[in-house]
């Protein structure tokens, strides 16, 4: 009889022992999804109630998107298709010899790849045998992820018809809209929510931004356009409302030889323009709350390979002092203490340097090297400037993080 009591005494120690590793509470849980990819956690929201309220949580959403890695965004021609199956991994050294597939090939389209345009489409006005943009050639939409030393790119199992992203913004971009011209559609490539936006004042010349009120957590778009003359007009559209309304635009003269320079960039609460392409000495800025447009003095004019990008949730300038050094300068406010010189890099008479992109968490600046494409990655920490990979140099590529992120109010998101 004791031997019966024992066994069963720790017998039930031994539940209470798995009982208590079985348990983990809900705040640990969210922390540890946290920092699971993007792709994985959507994928996973159907698995328990549960779980589908954790993601779904605004504020997990937004702590999510704060661990998130900074990664490049494109869209490549499926007319030379060259990533078989899913992703590709490009390491320094290899060569086109190195894949099992031609770089040069034409291959089928994944059948689980998702046309965005059809997302849009109404199903019950559809043609018989589908509709006839659909069967226009399509770009994939991908990204570039860099970790390990090395470059991977990866693609989202999605198609469009256009061949440009406007902009992102926290984990969302901005399309053209091939089905309405003038059009363009807002997408998360992750969850592959999309919405198409009213289109707006249509012209020839036209630069669009993206940015997210950190008052009020709206996001906007903000549309510019130049007539004929040189005067810039500036319209915004609310996501939540969709409608376009005009606001003042930036003074006459500051965007010259009718164009806008570069694509806007996202940074201390504002939307920066550079507006030449080379021997820049000012950006135009518009307050994303305020939507007031300012001429921001730059510490030094700028040079083909100078450029403007988020750096730490700062405002970087990285410039070419000489054939040796990039020096990269830093602004945290736009009525604050002005640009302040952070860091030099030496670079061995590499004098084609872009940057491309700064990564979030890693702190790396990305940049491509124009001559030969290829990819390198500065490390504050070591100061050391490591080669990882090649881009394709007639494809743009735009800074991007893969997220959760919706445009949708929480209390009408539903299972999709």
């Known amino acids: 009889m ?13 539940e209470k022992k798995q009982a208590q590793l079985s348990y983990i509470h809900k705040d640990c849980i969210s922390n540890i999804r946290a920092r699971l990819p993007a792709d994985s956690l959507h994928r996973s ?19 999510h998107l704060q661990r998130s890695e900074s990664v490049l965004i494109f869209l490549k021609p499926n007319v030379k298709e060259s990533l078989h199956p899913i992703s590709k991994k490009l390491k320094v050294g290899e060569n086109e010899s190195s894949y099992p597939y ?17 997302k849009l489409l109404d199903p019950n006005n559809v043609p018989m045998f589908g509709h006839p943009a659909l069967t226009s050639p399509k770009s994939s939409v991908q990204f570039m992820e860099f ?36 059009g363009v559609i807002v997408l998360n490539p992750v969850t592959k929510k999309v919405t198409d936006l009213p289109v707006g004042t249509l012209c020839h010349q036209e630069s669009y931004g993206f940015a997210m009120s950190h008052v009020t957590a709206e996001y906007k778009v903000v549309h510019l ?16 409302k969709k409608a376009w309304r005009g606001v003042n635009g ?72 000489d054939i040796n050094h990039i020096d990269i300068w830093i602004l945290k406010d736009l009525f604050g203490e002005g640009w302040t010189k952070q860091h030099s890099i030496t670079v061995d008479t590499k004098t084609d340097m872009v940057p491309l992109c700064s990564l979030r ?12 494409s290829s990819l390198y990655a500065f490390d504050f920490q070591q100061q050391q400037m490591t ?23 929480a209390s009408e998101d539903i299972f999709d």
């Open 2 to 14: 004791l031997v019966e009591e024992r066994l069963l005494k720790n017998k039930t120690e031994e």
């Open 45 to 63: 929201r159907f698995v328990c109630k549960p779980w589908y309220n954790i993601v779904q949580n605004p504020k997990f959403i937004d702590a």
């Open 102 to 118: 031609p770089m040069t090939s034409t291959l089928q389209e994944n059948q689980n790849t998702v046309p965005v345009e059809s």
């Open 147 to 182: 970790k390990n030393g090395g470059s991977d790119i990866v693609e989202y199992s999605l198609s469009c018809l256009g061949n440009n992203i406007r902009a992102t913004c926290n984990g969302l971009m901005l399309l053209d809209n091939k089905l309405k011209k003038g």
């Open 225 to 240: 356009f130049l007539d004929r003359l040189g005067f810039a007009g500036c319209e915004i559209l609310n996501l939540h």
């Open 250 to 321: 930036p003074s006459f003269g500051l965007f010259s030889n009718h164009r806008f320079g570069y694509a806007p960039l996202s940074a201390i609460g504002a939307l920066h323009w550079m507006p030449h392409l080379k021997g820049s000495n000012y950006i135009v800025s518009m307050e994303v709350d305020k939507e007031t447009f300012h001429q921001i003095s730059l510490p030094k004019s700028c040079g083909f390979h100078d450029r403007i990008i988020e750096i730490g949730g700062s405002l970087g300038l990285v410039t070419h002092e």
């Open 361 to 372: 968490i890693k702190g790396d600046i990305i940049f491509c090297r124009t001559k030969s």
């Open 387 to 409: 080669e990882i990979g090649k881009v394709n140099s007639s494809v743009k590529y735009l800074p991007h993080v893969n997220s959760l992120v919706t445009w949708v109010q």
